[in-house]
């Protein structure tokens, strides 16, 4: 059986922290941000991390399980 490869388009998008956590960044954040208040702009800063209910499908496409 081949080798599985890792989804090209998950590998860009998280990342896996150290105690196996996956963090992702905010969405809305690339482009027509002068609609958003700068409060609203300042909150989408940084990362977060991807809920429970989602990590093990996104742990499937990094070939993590």
Not at 4 to 20: D, E, I, L, N, Q
Not at 32 to 50: E, F
């Amino acid at each position: 059986m081949p080798k599985m490869k890792t989804h090209s388009s998950a590998k860009k998008r998280f990342k896996v922290t150290g105690s196996g956590k996956v963090k992702r960044f905010q969405a809305g954040a690339a482009h027509l941000l002068r609609k958003k208040s700068k409060k609203a702009k300042t909150r989408l800063n940084g990362s977060t991390l991807v809920s429970k209910a989602d990590e093990p499908r996104i742990k499937n496409l990094l070939c993590m399980k």
